[in-house]
């Protein structure tokens, strides 16, 4: 695999992303972060993200696989696709905004209200740009295999030619990024606290089934060890 790209230097303190009139929320700032290995961790603990930006005066947004490489993230669609093509187009780049969202627990307070979720959330402003050095592509797509499945991009057939002609790849910047956390249980108000109804955290975890090999795989080929951890 090559070689993650030198990318801008961040707008950054010592480990921390610098707060922005975007990402700096109007409510519940104390929820707020910019620590830069807490965003990572975000990060790439999934590999979903909805991606918004504007095409013809409206809004869009469109759910799509990424993957970070160092301060950057990449994302993966069709050559045919709008935002790809606008990227491709557009100068400096298309503007765009990332979202990426964990739920931790839902929060059932007494009051309909105070009804909430734990969440781990991460918002990244900027602006896209499309993949177009041959090495950086290659090397963006393993990134984004491995960021679903780590260890299957070596594990599988490279892209050919063909493959990468129809297939794009946008990148995107750590530049203006913020991190959001909601944790802990219900935040009820005093004078509910003598209801007669259960509060509490129900916790919220991804998780996965047992691999269900392909009717046409070829005998012995076993579940490879990163699919059994």
């Known amino acids: 695999m090559s070689v993650a790209p030198e990318t801008t230097e961040p707008s950054t303190t010592q480990g921390s992303y610098a707060p922005t009139e975007r990402t700096v929320p109007t409510r519940s700032k104390e929820r707020a972060h910019y620590d830069r290995e807490l965003v990572h961790s975000i990060l790439d603990e999934t590999y979903l993200c909805h991606m918004g930006f504007v095409r013809e005066g409206a809004p869009v947004v469109l759910p799509t696989l990424y993957g970070r490489v160092g301060e950057v993230l990449y994302v993966h669609g069709s050559t ?40 781990r959330s ?6 896209a740009h499309q993949v177009t050095d041959p090495e950086e592509k290659r090397m963006a797509l393993d990134a984004l295999v491995d960021h679903v499945v780590s ?28 991190a959001k956390i909601r944790t802990g249980g219900p935040n009820d108000d005093a004078e509910d ?17 047992e691999p269900i090999p392909s009717a046409d795989l070829e005998p012995g080929i076993e579940l490879p060890a990163y699919l059994r951890r």
Do not use: Q
Not at 90 to 115: E, I, K
């Open 122 to 127: 991460v918002v990244v402003h900027g602006i």
């Open 80 to 119: 045919g696709s709008r935002p790809l093509r606008m990227a491709g187009k557009a100068d400096p780049g298309l503007a765009v905004c990332l979202t990426v969202t964990h739920v931790d627990g839902l929060v059932l307070a007494r009051s309909a209200f105070h009804h909430s979720i734990n969440y």
């Open 151 to 178: 260890g299957r991009a070596a594990d599988s057939r490279p892209a050919n030619t063909k493959e990468l002609a129809a297939t794009a790849v946008l990148r995107v910047d750590l530049n203006e990024v913020s």
């Open 193 to 209: 606290m003598g209801l007669p109804h259960w509060a509490g955290v129900v916790p919220a975890a991804r998780t996965y089934g």
